[in-house]
């Protein structure tokens, strides 16, 4: 059984910046694909970022390129996001999975595991 747990969530001003991160356990971490998704109140979970299972390629949602960066580091078994210039829209759950498969995929059907969340709170 695999876990996610994810950290450094809260509150931030408008232009500030978090760094998420996603623990996982087990002994296969480097062979999956890793991706963060958010889920703000009365909205359906959405995209935010991809990493491959080497961390060799990366894909951002559109509404974040640029913002956001997704990393991993496969020795501390973590997947991170750096998210920057935050913006009020930006407030919602943010939640990490792992894929099913090594390449990166937007489609959260493809995602396996699911970590509990962590709140991201942006006051304008």
């Known amino acids: 059984q695999v876990q996610l747990v994810e950290s450094g969530g809260g509150l931030v001003q408008a232009g500030g910046s978090l760094r998420l991160s996603c623990a996982a356990s087990?002994?296969?971490?480097?062979?999956?694909?890793m991706g963060w998704f958010r889920q703000a109140p009365g909205k359906e979970r959405e995209f935010v970022a991809c990493?491959?299972?080497?961390?060799?390629?990366?894909y951002n949602a559109d509404s974040e390129k640029g913002r956001f960066t997704i990393s991993r580091d496969n020795a501390k078994n973590t997947v991170y996001l750096q998210m920057n210039s935050l913006k009020p829209e930006d407030t919602a759950v943010y939640y990490c999975?792992?894929?099913?498969?090594?390449?990166?995929?937007?489609?959260?059907?493809?995602?396996?595991?699911w970590g509990q969340g962590t709140q991201v709170t942006v006051s304008s």
């Open positions: 999975a792992r894929g099913s498969l090594s390449r990166i995929t937007t489609m959260p059907y493809e995602y396996d595991y």
């Open positions: 990493i491959s299972a080497s961390g060799g390629i990366k």
């Open positions: 087990g002994r296969t971490f480097s062979s999956y694909a």
